[in-house]
């Protein structure tokens, strides 16, 4: 009977820890967007409930292996730590292994788990002490001594977790933002949606119906009419935008590339302290959070570091029967899950986001009555519906798309086989001009759907009190080609469908909606421009400028002038004029620089190479990219060496990168 109840206190406190832990982990991740807390509830502790009972039939044998002939007090001991310390390091493996939830990039979770691990060590270690002190049956006769109230120690566990579970989670939805409003100083809120093309907004000039809310945003705020990424790819953009630094100076140039915040030092001795406005903000007094939509925004890469909650996305495992946003918090599904390596949903979409910086919001302006405090608040929230794979709801591509009946569809698979093997698909007798007006109708339709949480995210601050105290930056990362030079994605050239991005600000207390701005601005531009209206001093070093007289009409003139530089990483070097754009290629399989002139007046698009055609090469325009190139360090021979890539990439995360079109 020892054995047996040895093992049940095992048990015990393993499950409860392990369920502790899931509800410390969403604490910790500011709401990861489950299903309502009473499902939570009851589906956990069934599932729970459900392993305790198959573990207390086996509890028996599992004692009696290292208690066999049931006196040896010794191994009566010493059997419930070797029991402990098996299942718990398969507890650890769980949490652990999992990327992004326990690991070296989120050392307060190692903390709290090393706590609740010392913790349960010393009630086991009081059972042990308490079970040898007893002794056997006669001598408790005897001495009138009594067993260990198990029962009572299981209730006292139960109570804590109806505790801990019912108090830390909460149903989100956008009506849980708070009641008040945080009025002085601002908040700061910048939302970037991932893969927008500037040109498919309606308040930029597109003619289908796809952004109904965010142009009502757009009225209300100031819309900057020419404003570019200095790179087109997702990790590097918004690295320059959080650090106000150029690719060249953060040394950030891939999806697979760290982002930890570490300073560079060019060759010439210039020091970039590459701090991101989070950090800043922080040492300011603001609370900080983050709601991301792709594995590579995530810890993992980095990008932990710079807010107090990062809730990043973990895509759910289809195979699981349990509804998705409940099964891969329950430690024991996710770990056999993670195990079998099942098939992957990479996507996360905008109701989530809109959802989970709603529930953290919530918590936040509980936060501030409990502690009487009036800190502000900096949240960066992450769209990616309009990113690859395109597969928006059926109702919404019946709006740009109803008739379409062919074979391929907006998979990241589909798409590559469009880039790769087009006349492999004309011999299938597919019209690859009809796929692409296709899979442009699937883009305009995930816009749509995003716009429609957009307009929920506006109105949810506005009816909260939330929206007028607020600099809202709104924005996109880089574009996205759709067969313009055959291609359909992004990073493959410094094109106005990859470079220009719709930005739309919203400053606080703002009273004159409706501008619009001619100025060129970037996205390096932000990070100052939000010190500045913040009244914070960063001194550091920053390529970007604070576009703040530009809004308050105070720039003097030429102090916004063209032209914008641009990359893509061992690709191209580019400058754009409002007028004229020049390109420098680096043609790596011939291992020669190929030029190349636009005169975008007459050419806005960028399709007719007058260096090719004609000859025509300006070479006052050329030496200006020569020496833009040398002076910030550009050079792709010596940044190719400098690049910081992330080594233990796991197959797990591979797999997530090709499902979004990465890596192909």
């Not at 020091?271 to 594995?295: D, M, Q």
């Not at 979409?349 to 918590?363: P, Y």
Request: with cysteine.
């Amino acid at each position: 009977m020892k054995a047996h109840s040895a093992g049940i206190s095992v048990l015990i406190t393993l499950y409860s820890i392990t369920f502790l832990l899931d509800v410390f982990w969403v604490k910790h991740q500011g709401y990861a967007g489950l299903d309502p807390w009473s499902d939570f509830y009851i589906k956990g502790m069934a599932a729970y409930g459900f392993l305790f009972i198959i573990s207390w039939l086996v509890a028996p044998m599992i004692g009696r292996i290292f208690r066999p002939r049931g006196r040896t007090r010794v191994f009566d001991f010493f059997a419930v730590w070797w029991i402990f310390a098996t299942l718990m390091l398969i507890l650890l493996a769980n949490e652990e292994i999992v990327p992004g939830r326990f690991g070296p990039s989120n050392p307060l979770s190692i903390i709290i788990s090393i706590v609740l691990l010392i913790i349960s060590f010393a009630l086991l270690r009081f059972i042990g002490f308490r079970g040898r002190r007893i002794g056997t049956e006669t001598e408790m006769q005897k001495n009138g001594a009594k067993r260990p109230k198990h029962r009572l120690i299981l209730a006292i566990v139960v109570s804590l977790v109806v505790f801990f579970g019912g108090y830390q989670i909460t149903k989100p939805h956008i009506g849980g933002l708070p009641e008040t409003a945080v009025e002085e100083p601002p908040n700061v809120l910048i939302v970037t949606l991932d893969t927008l093309r500037a040109d498919h907004v309606n308040t930029y000039g597109y003619g289908p119906r796809t952004t109904p809310h965010i142009d009502t945003f757009a009225e209300e705020s100031i819309v900057f009419e020419n404003a570019f990424t200095p790179i087109p790819l997702t990790t590097p953009a918004h690295v320059s935008l959080f650090t106000g630094n150029l690719p060249q100076n953060h040394i950030v140039f891939q999806n697979t590339s760290m982002f930890d915040g570490k300073p560079v030092t060019k060759p010439d001795g210039t020091y970039y302290e590459n701090t991101a406005i989070g950090t800043i903000l922080k040492k300011n007094g603001y609370r900080t959070f983050g709601a991301v939509s792709a594995i590579h925004l995530g810890r993992q890469f980095g990008w932990g570091h710079f807010v107090d909650s990062l809730n990043e996305y973990e895509p759910p495992f289809e195979s699981v029967t349990l509804p998705q946003r409940t099964c891969f918090q329950l430690a024991p599904f996710r770990f056999l899950a993670a195990v079998q390596r099942r098939p992957l949903n990479p996507i996360r979409k905008s109701d989530n986001v809109v959802e989970c910086f709603g529930e953290w919001v919530r918590g936040y302006q509980r936060h501030q009555r409990e502690s009487s405090t009036n800190r502000p608040f900096f949240a960066w929230l992450h769209f990616f519906d309009v990113h690859l794979p395109f597969d928006p709801p059926r109702e919404y591509l019946a709006k740009f798309d109803p008739d379409y009946r062919g074979t391929l569809t907006g998979a990241a698979g589909h798409v590559e086989r469009y880039n790769e093997n087009k006349e492999e698909l004309e011999a299938e007798g597919i019209d690859i001009d009809r796929y692409v007006e296709h899979v442009n109708a699937c883009y305009d339709a995930e816009l749509l759907y995003m716009d429609v949480w957009f307009g929920g995210l506006i109105n949810g601050l506005k009816e909260n009190g939330l929206y007028d105290n607020s600099l809202i930056i709104v924005c996109s990362d880089h574009g996205e080609g759709f067969g313009e030079r055959g291609y359909i994605g992004h990073n493959s050239g410094p094109f106005d469908y990859e470079m220009r991005i719709p930005f739309i600000v919203k400053p606080p207390k703002f009273k004159s909606p409706g501008q619009r701005i001619t100025e060129p601005v970037t996205l390096c531009d932000i990070a100052p421009t939000v010190y500045d209206y913040l009244g914070i001093e960063p001194a550091i070093r920053m390529d970007g400028r604070s576009f703040k007289p530009l809004l308050d009409g105070t720039a003097a003139e030429g102090e916004f002038d063209w032209p914008v530089p641009g990359m893509v990483f061992l690709v191209a070097h580019s400058l754009r004029w409002e007028d004229r754009q020049i390109v420098r290629f680096l043609d790596r399989e011939k291992e020669e620089v190929v030029w190349s002139y636009f005169d975008l007046t007459t050419d806005p698009g960028a399709f007719n190479d007058l260096y090719a055609s004609e000859g025509i090469l300006p070479e006052e325009d050329k030496l200006t990219l020569i020496k833009w190139i040398k002076d910030t360090g550009a050079d792709f021979q010596y940044l190719s060496l400098q690049a910081h890539e992330k080594e233990d990439v796991d197959e797990w995360t591979l797999e997530q990168l090709r499902a979004v079109g990465y890596l192909n």
